[in-house]
């Protein structure tokens, strides 16, 4: 015989919604990143939470193709391409294994392994694009596009010029020669072969 089953309470869609949009509300280290910075965070009208990012800041005053804004703005989408497969990856996401399983056969993913397909797929396109921008390149977008820094905070990542402002233009031209080859890759713009191939 069956046990009967205790009737579960329903919860009704407001609530649904509201912990959807908890779940998805931005990370408690991005709050206190963006109030540092002196950012008032606020939730729209549809719940999202609007700050004000770098990355989007330079696209709001077309500092990703001064000239050209249509330009301007497909630069903006392989980065938010880039950022919404970056989520998909779930590179973030630490997962413990207690050292007993190391080795043992089983259900379910390996140690290290993401969860699901996706996530798997999402980590190849990230390294793809890894190897498309190249190692000088790379820790640029990391930083801006994903992280959220700005252009003056990777100048670090230019160790050989001295001149802060030269610095930033080098940055930011390595930021968008990096967009321009990831563009195919992300699937916002035609893909391109590869040269010598």
Do not use: Y
């Not at 990856?89 to 290290?112: K, Y």
């Amino acid at each position: 015989m069956s046990t009967p089953r205790k009737p579960t309470k329903r919860k009704s869609p407001r609530e649904l919604l509201a912990a959807v949009q908890e779940r998805l509300d931005a990370t408690p280290e991005r709050l206190a990143r963006a109030t540092e910075a002196g950012e008032t965070p606020s939730l729209d009208v549809d719940r999202t939470r609007r700050m004000l990012d770098p990355f989007d800041t330079m696209r709001a005053n077309r500092l990703l193709a001064p000239t050209d804004p249509k330009l301007n703005d497909i630069r903006w989408l392989v980065g938010e391409s880039l950022r919404r497969t970056h989520q998909r990856a779930r590179m973030d996401q630490l997962r413990a294994v207690s050292v007993e399983r190391f080795g043992a056969g089983g259900f379910g993913p390996r140690p290290g392994l993401p969860q699901s397909d996706a996530a798997l797929h999402a980590r190849d396109k990230l390294r793809a694009a890894e190897d498309r921008v190249g190692p000088h390149a790379w820790p640029i977008v990391t930083r801006i596009v994903i992280e959220g820094a700005g252009v003056r905070d990777c100048r670090g990542f230019v160790p050989e010029l001295a001149t802060p402002w030269r610095a930033d233009a080098v940055v930011s031209d390595r930021l968008r020669v990096a967009l321009d080859m990831i563009g195919g890759l992300m699937g916002v713009t035609a893909r391109r072969e590869k040269r010598g191939e």
